[in-house]
């Protein structure tokens, strides 16, 4: 990977080295480093990575129609080994028997062959080029038109041979088309960073870090999606083709948006073709524009998942996790409900039954009455329960925002008298965060613990407190010293009975349904015994587990809107000409879309959980935002676009709407989903500021 790394950088470079002449220089050059040699499917990833270094480079090289060239003539054609020697320079190009022409070719000009296959598989022939006629536009160096030669070499080609080319090569489109926008965006991050204006880094502008994180956001799901579908390639994996095609959506999309918004950034030198920007931009809009010239072996995304009974292919980030899901998925099979996505209350049976199979409180140590699970196998949990939408939200929660501080913070008192209990799903709580003038900024808090003699006597307003109705407990954030130098350092946590003198609730009906409520503290005095952690060490206690909450918060979201999709698709595949319409309609693209969206909450959710296991603290932290601001853009995208899809019944909330009534609640919802644990805005200028912009 370094070698032909140094090779680009000393063979390919803008404006002056990256035209035809250095390209079929290129090619010779990289067959002699074997880049071209004979490969298996345990290569695929070796060659993805080559793909990833030429999209870098904005460099048209074809890795991949080499590996596809030698898979479908087999190792004894005496071309792979003139392939693998760079004496054939070749390309793979859709077309039969009669075909004399190519009309758009990706590094034709440099080409000496192209392979012509048959979509469907058939008698596939190795042609000459007998000549190129360069395409002036975008790409650079131009595409070609090729005239083609007698056939010199024919292979009979399986279908699902001809499948896993055409995969393949579109793979490699978007992967090369990714990383010439991962490489704009870095250095739009880097340039961000020194450009001043106005006195100030561009890089804090709140303009900057919101475009940046997006675009940080977005390019790391497609990464991962196409990871994904590599991966399953490799293991020849059946749900292959279809990781494939959700991968290309995401990046068809995605790619030329990461790649335009770094402009905005980088400015007018990006502009002009001294600057490698500017060839990136070519790079990334012509590997998207080819993309239709291979046509995908069982149609797109929505064609697949309609057209039989395919699901998103499930993602998990250890077998513990896999395990776990499909545990919780039996069990919430066995213990169908009739709830809705917020359903009111609890069901004490389901949450007996969860108890009693140790699932609450399992992340725990084993000192403390748990089996020390990963996170990963508790996102496994809340995902199935949300999307099966299982009425046992409030214990599962107090699990990890309660519990958790309480095991590593907690005194021996504390701990004997609400862990059990949590355990058992008998405890409930509210949350106590949010004020009407500090919303999620903890720094702005006004809400006041004095300490008077053994206890606290707290004071001020917590505002949009869900379950506070209901709560025994609210697990409240304090400010203990107003002086404080800095003012995170002066929060303090308590747990606070809700039948504490001095506390009153008024509550107000959420556009989800759900009845939040504004919480007044009016001299409410506690025993000192509410204090969790240390005095003024209240952020610390709050943040040390936050990563991990927001990944099992961001894990409920993606349940929520897989539930969405899976419920969108049935309705379309139960009529799929009066919903999606005809293969290429504009309703199965947008269809194509919310699959390509779900499934990159799911890829981005299970990099996190490896991180947050792993037990990098920093990274763990970055990827969980970014999941958990993905998760919360997917259940409002899933709902819009499902109501376009299902027309206007999906606005009903009967079981018989299309959607069985889950497109208009989650749309209700989304509202809720990019405001709870701190706004989408706020967790992108998180990430930005983890980026290094400030």
């Known amino acids: 990977m370094e070698e032909i790394t140094a090779l680009l950088e000393r063979q390919w470079h803008f404006p002056d080295r990256a035209d035809d002449a250095a390209l079929a220089r290129l090619w010779g050059l990289a067959a002699d480093r074997g880049c071209f040699g004979p490969h298996s499917a345990g290569g695929l990833p070796d060659t993805v990575a080559l793909v990833r270094a030429t999209g870098a480079a904005g460099c048209p090289?074809?890795?991949?129609?080499?590996?596809?060239?030698?898979?479908?003539l087999g190792q004894a054609s005496a071309f792979t080994g003139r392939v693998a020697a760079g004496e054939v320079r070749i390309l793979v190009a859709a077309g039969g028997p009669q075909t004399a022409e190519v009309p758009f070719a990706e590094a034709g000009t440099a080409a000496t062959h192209v392979l012509v296959l048959p979509p469907g598989g058939g008698l596939a022939s190795v042609r000459p080029v007998d000549f190129a006629v360069p395409l002036p536009g975008l790409a650079s160096p131009a595409w070609a038109r090729l005239r083609l030669g007698a056939p010199e070499a024919v292979a009979d080609v399986g279908a699902e041979a001809a499948a896993r080319a055409f995969s393949l090569l579109r793979l490699a489109l978007a992967v090369r088309a990714t990383a010439a926008a991962r490489r704009t965006h870095d250095r739009s991050l880097a340039h961000a960073k020194v450009r001043r204006q106005f006195g100030r880094a561009i890089g804090g502008f709140g303009a900057v870090q919101q475009r940046a994180a997006a675009r940080e956001i977005e390019l790391t799901a497609g990464e991962l999606l196409l990871a994904d579908a590599v991966r399953r390639h490799a293991a020849g994996a059946p749900e292959a083709a279809l990781a494939t095609e959700l991968a290309v959506h995401h990046a068809a999309s995605c790619a030329p948006r990461a790649q335009v918004h770094a402009h905005h950034t980088l400015g007018a030198n990006a502009y002009f073709e001294e600057?490698?920007?500017?060839?990136?931009?070519?790079r990334v809009h012509a590997d998207v524009a080819l993309l239709p010239a291979l046509p995908p072996p069982y149609g797109t995304a929505a064609d697949i998942l309609t057209g039989g009974s395919a699901a998103l292919p499930a993602v998990d980030a250890t077998e513990p996790a896999a395990r776990m899901r499909e545990e919780v998925r039996a069990f919430c099979a066995a213990?169908?409900?009739?709830g809705g996505l917020l359903t009111k209350g609890e069901d004490p049976a389901l949450v007996a039954a969860l108890a009693a199979r140790q699932w609450l409180g399992m992340v725990w140590?084993?000192?403390?009455?748990?089996?020390?699970a990963g996170v990963s196998e508790q996102m496994a949990l809340q995902n199935e329960i949300a999307y099966h939408q299982m009425p046992v939200g409030v214990p599962v929660a107090a699990v990890s925002v309660v519990g958790a501080p309480l095991v590593k913070y907690g005194t021996p008192e504390q701990k004997a008298e609400h862990l059990p209990r949590i355990r058992e799903g008998a405890l409930t709580f509210c949350l106590g965060y949010s004020e009407p003038e500090a919303s999620s900024d903890l720094a702005a808090l006004t809400t006041t613990a004095v300490r008077d003699g053994d206890g606290w006597v707290i004071n001020g307003t917590k505002s949009w407190i869900g379950n506070a109705e209901s709560a025994e407990y609210i697990w409240l954030a304090a400010r203990t010293d107003p002086d404080a130098a800095l003012p995170l350092a002066g929060i303090s946590m308590f747990m606070v009975p809700m039948a504490t003198a001095g506390i009153r609730t008024e509550p107000h009906q959420a556009l989800s349904g759900q009845v939040c409520s504004t919480v007044r503290f009016e001299d409410a005095r506690v025993a000192g015994s509410a204090l969790v952690g240390p005095v003024n060490r209240g952020w610390?206690?709050?943040?040390?587990?936050?990563?991990?909450?927001?990944?099992l918060l961001a894990s409920e979201l993606a349940?929520?809107?897989?539930?969405?999709?899976?419920?969108?698709?049935?309705a379309v595949r139960a009529d799929p000409a009066g919903t999606a319409g005809p293969p290429g309609s504009h309703r199965r693209e947008l269809l194509s879309g919310m699959a390509a969206q779900v499934q990159a909450v799911q890829v981005l959710l299970a990099d996190a959980a490896r991180k947050a296991e792993s037990g990098a603290v920093h990274t763990a932290r970055l990827a969980s935002a970014l999941a958990g601001v993905l998760a919360a853009e997917a259940?409002?995208?899933v709902s819009r676009d499902a109501l376009d899809v299902l027309g206007p019944a999906a606005v009903l909330g009967s079981p018989d709407a299309p959607g069985a009534g889950a497109v208009e609640e989650g749309l209700r919802v989304s509202v809720l989903a990019f405001l709870g644990g701190g706004t989408n805005d706020v967790q992108r200028g998180l990430v930005a500021r983890s980026l290094g912009l400030s």
Do not use: C, K, Y
């Not at 213990?335 to 009739?338: E, H, P």
């Not at 610390?540 to 990944?551: G, K, N, P, W, Y």
């Open 635 to 637: 259940v409002e995208r």
């Open 540 to 551: 610390q206690v709050i943040t040390d587990t936050l990563a991990h909450e927001r990944l």
């Open 365 to 372: 140590p084993a000192a403390e009455g748990g089996r020390g």
């Open 335 to 338: 213990n169908r409900t009739a």
């Open 559 to 570: 349940g929520m809107s897989r539930r969405q999709f899976d419920e969108t698709l049935a």
């Open 61 to 72: 090289l074809p890795l991949m129609d080499a590996l596809a060239a030698a898979e479908l």
């Open 275 to 282: 600057d490698e920007a500017a060839w990136l931009f070519r």
